[in-house]
């Protein structure tokens, strides 16, 4: 894929649907009795992912243009799949249905792409195995391949080193086929999605602080979900409209969850033309349109419990960093480091090859912003916020700049380059 610069990006974008509640509605809704409706479900990739190892797992998974149909068996209703449940490059996938499977009366194993097999999965085993699970890494690498062998679980108090959600989740979902209660305390809060939805299928989950705390199931109900918009999606959109010249982006739907939010809080830091134009925070989720303008930007401090708030944006706020004036400093964010690709290293790599100032640290980055950028080749190594990123990056730099891979998009947005050139 290659671009090179424009004169403003101006229009109106719809996202498509949010990645973490989309993969959540088909796992809650698979184990839940009767049928789940889901609109504006996200059909990338990792989604349909999940979708997959449903089925193989013996529910009736419809789709239906944008609506997605779960015919859910209820807790107890998964049977063992003929093969290997293949997670494709689904962290959440992979993670969370690990919760499930430590508590089903069957043996099964999970696997995935190059990506999958090297990303941490201990971060999961041994919570789960303290709650009685039996799980192995096949390779004995802490990673994936996992052979899960059901069993009957406890609950556990759990304290998580890191803010992840995917491991919170796994853990609930563990707990509810647990005898007694389960809490996952986190250094401080992750995306709650999972509290949230699990609370509408009928689930007793509470939050304390930064400790969910779960009883055990006796059912789950079926439910109607409308996805917001993915505010990781639109964060292309929202940095792109903000450092490209001459720009106006209203960016529609989108949600804004405040476990998720933390790139607003940074946008608006940083000096940024943003505002929420309208707000529905009538459902479950919150949602909102996002109007950006150009702006002159500057840089800030990104550390700290913000981190999980934007941990998936750090990528495209390193890119718009470059372009604001002054130090940007990006800090607690080691978990880059595990996220589809090595996204610190990718990252300061690229924007180093396309002429930026920028300096790795243990965890995190500096970016030195106000020099112009030049086009270069970046290989995404099949990450899609790296390539969505550069992308971006193409738009506003001096010269090509050219994408490997540039098709890893359809992991969280298919039709992210057609969005982008229906702007420019
Ligand atoms: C996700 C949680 C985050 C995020 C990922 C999706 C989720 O990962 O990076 O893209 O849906 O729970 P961690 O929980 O590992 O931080």
Known sequence: MKFSKINGLRGQVVVPGDKSISHRSVM??????????IHNYLKGADCLSTISCFQKMGISIEQKGDTVLVHGNGLHGLKRPD????CGNSGTTTRLISGILAAQDFDVTLTGDDSIQKRPMKRIIEPLSLMGADIVSVKDNGCAPLKIIGKPLHGIHYTSKVAS?????SILLAGLYAKG??????????RNHSEIMLKLFGAEVRTEGSTAILQPAR???GNEIHVPGDISSAAFFICAGLIAPNSEILIKNVGINPTRDGILTVCKAMGADLSIVKEDREKGEPTADILVRTSKLH????????IPALIDELPVIAAMACFAEGKTVIKDAAELKVKESNRLRVMVDGLTAMGA?????EDGMIIHGGKPLCGAVIDSRLDHRIAMTFAILGL????????LHGECVNISYPEFYEDLRRLS
């Open 165 to 169: 959600a995917q491991v919170k989740s």
């Open 396 to 403: 506003c730099a001096e010269g090509e700049t050219k994408v």
């Open 357 to 361: 100032h920028v300096i790795e640290t």
């Open 28 to 37: 809650f809704g698979s184990i839940a009795k009767g049928t789940t409706e």
């Open 181 to 190: 209660e389960t809490r996952v305390t986190e250094p401080c809060l992750s």
């Open 299 to 306: 840089g800030t401090t990104i550390d700290g419990p913000l």
């Open 83 to 86: 093969s290997v449940l293949d």
């Open 219 to 221: 059912e789950l109900y």
